[in-house]
């Protein structure tokens, strides 16, 4: 799998209630939430995002609520990669679940700013900024995870009954 | 191999002599929660990919909570998906108006959490039952789903802090002001993707609600889960809830600890963590008298318990919420509100000009009940105080036991209770 955008930069700890605040969880639906996606740090998150872009931030991504609608909400609204120093437990576990492709890597989350050109080769484990002609390396998934990934979620891996696989 | 407390829970879940920080683990649950924002989704998957039966309809918990008294339409909707849902799949523990309570303090009072129990919910506060020496822990809607079906989950076996507590609390200081004050010392990710246990001979002048609201915001400083051993406090409150075995863990003496913080209750001090983080944790200081507020929120699954209700009677008592402070005081369950009767403390906060709210979370999570408009300052026992977190994003929260709530509503400003 590989993704190409350009990045929008946020700080550290970016919380699930900037991400969709609360008063939209009213609905699950992804095509009204992405309407609110960021909304309360960048009410023009939306209008801006071209489809594949790709999210860079601090650390701690995803910190707070549980809400499965935040990864909804990013992914739906079009966004291909979300890439952090850190990622809250919960917005990590969430992310992988729906499949939302995220990427924990504090050499790529220090230096990558606002705007940069990336391509994202999953498979070979390498993210290019073409902006700086710099390369950063992806820590790969353990199997297990992977395993999750490459079924399409949580549900599809568990579908064929039994355990679930790799463990 | 020796383990942490939590760890000693996880390997038996997941039927092993011994597991280790990092290891990634499928575990056995005694118990699947969701409430009417988080269950709706989960229902979803479930249904998108022809499960027709849940694993086991007494270890489902559904607790319509969040926006009900229903808010608005859409709210209904969700509600009316989750009681459907329940009612199909003859949940045994669904709890609707009149009987729901806020989920992280009725589960408990339900006898539905046992010590040495395995407890995942698709909320991020699950972490509460850790004070009664479960593990529990937070999760999304599409695990929910998996739990509903298979009765496991996957998990990484966390690393631990260790928390040493000593001494006692002064008047007017408890269980919120020290998991400030912890959070304020290793912030809002100093816990991330780790357990805090909490031990030492302090632990035993820790009322089990005081553990409750320290369990319960692990998640503010990243915490996988919260725990405390188990002793005669944990005992003495779930006696005559539930007829389930329930088992004790120990942390073994050697275990490994990434951390250890040394922490003197006597020595803690009221504790407010200023907007918009949980990590800005501060001590009364003479500027406090210049933070003029709008509203009081006595409540959430952090302070919603009747001790909590207690502290703010005994400061309400007699005295006047300040002219232009909305007071709101929303016990957390129903048998909470009952108990509020009971002992007066409703009429203490009717007649002092606090609303007395039907249990909800309601305002905590800027969902209905209490929201505030631009550029409004609320003093809140709630358990986040993010950017917009109760309302418009020029608002803020100042994050408080129900001691400083109280006396901050008496006063109309923040307030410490030791100086009212």
């Known amino acids: 799998m590989q993704t190409k955008g350009s990045v929008y930069r946020f700080g550290d700890n970016i919380d699930t209630d900037v991400i969709i605040p609360a008063r939209y969880l009213t609905t699950f639906d992804p095509e009204q939430l992405k309407l609110h996606c960021m909304e309360d740090i960048d009410p023009d998150f939306i209008k801006k995002i071209a489809p594949g872009d790709i999210i860079a931030a601090g650390k701690n991504f995803g910190c707070g609520s549980s809400r499965e609608h935040a990864p909804i909400a990013i992914k739906a609204a079009g966004v291909s990669c979300v890439i952090a120093e850190s990622f809250a437990r919960i917005f990590y576990r969430n992310a992988i679940n729906i499949g939302l492709p995220i990427i924990e890597s504090r050499e790529a989350s220090e230096k990558i700013r606002a705007g940069d050109s990336l391509y994202i080769d999953f498979d070979k484990g390498i993210i290019t900024n073409k902006t700086r002609g710099e390369e950063y390396k992806i820590a790969p998934f353990p199997p297990f995870l992977q395993n999750i990934i490459a079924k399409g979620g949580l549900m599809p891996s568990i579908a064929g009954g039994g355990a679930i696989n790799g463990l | 191999m020796s383990m942490t407390m939590t760890q ?74 989750c009681r459907i849902f329940s009612r199909e799949q003859e949940i045994s523990n669904f709890f609707d108006v009149g009987e729901v309570g806020i989920e992280h303090a009725l589960l408990p009072e339900k006898g539905l959490v046992l010590p040495g129990g395995a407890v995942i919910g698709a909320d991020s506060h699950t972490c509460t039952y850790g004070a009664l020496g479960a593990f529990s822990t937070g999760v999304g809607s599409t695990d929910m789903a998996a739990a509903m079906v298979s009765g496991k989950t996957w998990l990484k076996v966390p690393e631990a802090l260790r928390f040493d507590l000593k001494g006692s609390f002064k008047k007017w200081v408890g269980g919120k002001d020290l998991i400030l004050h912890i959070i304020g010392l290793i912030g809002v990710d100093g816990a991330l993707y780790k357990s805090m246990e909490f031990s030492g001979e302090g632990v035993k002048n820790l009322s089990i609600d005081d553990r409750f609201t320290v369990a319960n915001m692990a998640i503010e400083a990243g915490g996988k889960n919260g725990i405390f051993p188990v002793d005669e406090i944990t005992l003495e409150y779930i006696k005559g809830r539930s007829e389930r075995p329930y088992e004790i863990f120990r942390a073994d003496p050697d275990a490994g600890y990434e951390a ?103 305002p905590c999570l800027g969902g209905h009940m209490g929201i505030l408009a631009e550029g409004e300052r609320a003093v809140s026992t709630t358990n986040r105080n993010f950017v917009g977190r109760m309302g418009h994003i020029k608002s803020e929260v100042y994050l408080a036991s129900p001691a400083v709530a109280a006396a901050s509503a008496v006063a109309g400003v923040l307030k410490n209770p030791c100086e009212l």
Do not use: M
């Open chain 2, 8 to 81: 000693k829970i996880l390997a038996a879940k997941a039927g092993l002599p011994e597991v280790k920080s990092g290891q990634l683990i499928e575990i056995a649950l005694d118990g699947v929660l969701g409430n009417d924002v988080t269950t709706p989704p989960a229902i979803s998957e479930f249904k998108k990919y022809g499960f027709t039966k849940v694993f086991d309809k007494d270890k489902i918990f559904v607790t319509l909570d969040h926006f009900t008294p229903n808010k608005d339409i859409k709210a209904a909707g969700q509600c009316k998906i």
């Open chain 2, 260 to 362: 250890v913080y040394e922490i003197d209750l006597s020595a803690l001090e009221p504790t407010v963590s200023f907007p918009s983080l949980p990590e800005n944790a501060k001590t009364p200081a003479a500027e406090w008298d210049e933070i003029k507020i709008d509203q009081v929120v006595i409540g959430s699954c952090t302070n919603g318990r009747i001790s909590d209700l207690a502290t703010a009677a005994e400061i309400l008592k007699g005295r006047k919420v300040a002219k232009n402070v909305r007071c709101i005081v929303i016990p957390a369950t129903q048998a909470v509100y009952l108990e509020s009767i009971r002992k007066g403390y409703a009429q203490i906060f009717v007649e002092a000009g606090a609303v007395v709210s039907a249990p909800t979370c309601g």
